[in-house]
T-cell receptor
Framework: SQTIHQWPATLVQPVGSPLSLECTVE??????LYWYRQAAGRGLQLLFY??????ISSEVPQNLSASRPQDRQFILSSKKLLLSDSGFYLC?????????FGSGTRLTVV | KNEVEQSPQNLTAQEGEFITINCSYS?????LHWLQQHPGGGIVSLFM?????KKHGRLIATINIQEKHSSLHITASHPRDSAVYIC?????????WGAGTKLIIKP
């Protein structure tokens, strides 16, 4: 079965610093992969999704970017973090209609 | 109007009570998911439904495709069931999320 590994669990970064969050998948090949963000007190918002290596779609304009260098690796990045980038970031993988979720990264930008 | 509506938004109950959380949607779907998010943020998939009813332990999920409605039931609720329960539907190759129901079970 599909397992999503996501790290780190928590991260405190200063404004203007870069960001790299990594998500890896085990147990399946060619999954659709997703990055979501949840701001405090709000629902999950889709940031990026990928249907394959090098294929990234962005749902909302923002200070972030995503890359998929390998089939089972999905990376969320920023060159310069903003205070508004604080939140809970979640990676998800999809095979057929089933979704599996990572444990999430709580990012605080100070 | 949101495409996926959950009710109630917040629910507080005593240990042992039977809990029902509702989800209504307005789009055509391929599947419906019930998920559980704990205070730390981690999300666990509870059920994926496309028809009928599923049961896992004290959790039961039902879906009525014609009425575009699903319910999540918890029998003999326990404080460890306290979490946010989220309904999400898979429609047109994307997952559409409800806002979640915050459940608190008091001992």
């Amino acid at each position: 079965s599909q397992t999503i590994h996501q790290w780190p669990a928590t991260l405190v970064q200063p404004v203007g610093s870069p960001l790299s969050l990594e998500c890896t998948v085990e147990g399946t090949s060619n999954p659709n992969l997703y990055w979501y963000r949840q701001a405090a007190g709000r629902g999950l918002q889709l940031l990026f999704y990928s249907v394959g290596i090098g294929q990234i779609s962005s749902e909302v304009p923002q200070n972030l970017s995503a890359s998929r260098p390998q089939d089972r690796q999905f990376i969320l990045s920023s060159k310069k973090l903003l205070l508004s980038d604080s939140g809970f970031y979640l990676c998800a993988g999809q095979v057929n209609y089933g979704y599996t979720f990572g444990s999430g990264t709580r990012l605080t930008v100070v | 109007k949101n495409e996926v509506e959950q009710s109630p938004q917040n629910l507080t109950a005593q240990e042992g009570e039977f809990i029902t959380i509702n989800c209504s949607y307005s789009v055509g779907i391929s599947a419906l998911h019930w998920l559980q998010q704990h205070p730390g943020g981690g999300i666990v998939s509870l059920f994926m439904l496309s028809s009928g009813k599923k049961k896992h332990g004290r959790l039961i999920a039902t879906i009525n495709i014609q009425e575009k409605h699903s319910s999540l039931h918890i029998t003999a609720s326990h404080p460890r069931d306290s979490a946010v329960y989220i309904c999400a539907v898979y429609s047109n190759y994307q997952l559409i999320w409800g806002a979640g129901t915050k459940l608190i079970i008091k001992p």
